[in-house]
């Protein structure tokens, strides 16, 4: 039944997907997390770790990130608390 | 003072040396003294697109080494006096590029050539870092297709944060996206990441589109730059974006689909 494709034409637009799938991994890449230290896994593991010594936080509550701004390297820790 | 501009991506295939040659032939062509040189150690292929292969007889490598005189390594295009071709090494060395030898041989060439165009290797080894790592601009290939755009998206992030321009703090490489095997008709019906995505996307300005064109296999079999092919669309999105690069304001084309009329669709003309 090829003619009732045409009235799918929405669900077929895998243009649309790959757009979206882009933006989540280049998001990722520019996170840092792709091209930051070495360490960045264990040290986010270790820091989840003592934040749950005091408080209960889902993973993706810590948000690490690496930039660079001018010459200089920053590392972006966010810790969402969840609402008590 | 040359300016050193690096043809790039990350991704192979998606028409970096293409690119190269057609860029560097297109400055030549607008009275600019241009030489292209090959960074693809061991995998030399811009001596082919050139159309030069059977002239190559001293190599970039060989220059590096001391093996050879820059002079002596430098092929003068046939066609275009303006047009330097350095070829790459076969060697199957990795190590044979180095950072001062790599340098040394673009401050010659800064002397009297007025743009250094530098075709990068696929991948973010060695030889790619080393095209960008002294560039002055860049031009970033990239397909509308999902591997391709990620790539260039890393190959982004480390010409603004692992480049000499980055390096110094001073100022940044300029990046150019240039959009190559466009398919409009494919974008019109949902199959194609549409130009529009990709800017949005990678964010840096568009020098050209280079719509998918029969002309880029027909031109590299017989080893002409495609910018050369009259009447060939991709050869004409070539010529616009070399003048856009020299600061003249060219409009888009080919970035809508053209209806074909039934004479063409009939008879498949191109």
């Known amino acids: ?84 | 003072m040359a300016k050193i501009i690096v043809v790039t991506s990350g991704k192979g295939g998606v028409g970096k040396t293409t690119t190269s040659a057609s860029f560097a032939t297109g400055l030549a062509m607008r009275g600019h003294k241009t030489a292209v040189i090959d960074f693809d150690v061991g995998l030399r292929n811009l001596d082919l697109i050139m159309g030069v292969e059977r002239r190559v007889v001293f190599d970039f490598v060989n220059v590096i080494n001391g093996e050879a005189t820059l002079k002596q390594a430098l092929i003068k295009d046939k066609h275009l006096d303006k047009l330097h071709i350095l070829a790459a090494s076969q060697t199957r060395d990795k190590d044979a590029l180095t950072t001062e030898g790599v340098e040394k041989v673009l401050n010659d060439l800064a002397q009297d050539f007025d743009f250094i165009v530098c075709d990068s290797p696929a991948g973010i080894e060695r030889g790619a870092f080393l095209a960008m790592y002294f560039a002055d601009e860049a031009l970033v290939v990239t397909n509308p297709e999902v591997s391709s755009v990620r790539d260039s998206d890393r190959v982004l992030g480390i010409l603004s944060s692992k480049a000499r321009l980055a390096e110094k703090g001073e100022t940044k490489v300029k990046e150019h996206l240039v959009l190559t095997r466009y398919n409009p008709a494919r974008v019109a019906k949902g199959e194609m990441l549409s130009l529009e995505d990709v800017k949005e996307i990678l964010a840096i300005p568009l020098l050209g589109v280079v719509p998918e064109s029969s002309s880029v296999l027909t031109c590299s079999n017989s080893g002409v730059p495609v910018i050369r092919e009259e009447g060939s669309d991709a050869g004409l999105a070539y010529q616009d974006l070399v003048a856009r690069f020299l600061g003249d304001e060219v409009p888009h084309r080919f970035i809508t689909e053209q209806k074909k009329g039934l004479f063409s669709k009939l008879f498949g003309a191109t």
Not at chain 1, 7 to 20: H, P
Not at chain 1, 32 to 44: D, E, K, M, S, V
Not at chain 1, 47 to 71: C, M, T
Request: aromatic share 8%; no cysteine.
């Open chain 1, 1 to 84: 039944m090829d003619w009732l494709k045409f009235f799918r034409a929405e669900k077929n637009n895998t243009a649309k997907t790959a757009k979206d799938r882009l933006m989540l991994a280049v998001a990722y890449q520019r996170s840092g997390q792709a091209n930051g230290p070495a360490y960045l896994p264990r040290l986010r593991e270790e820091l989840l770790g003592v934040v749950r010594k005091y408080i209960q936080v889902p993973d993706e509550a810590v948000q690490f990130s690496v930039q660079r701004e001018g010459g200089l390297e920053v590392l972006e820790l966010n810790i969402t608390l969840p609402d008590q």
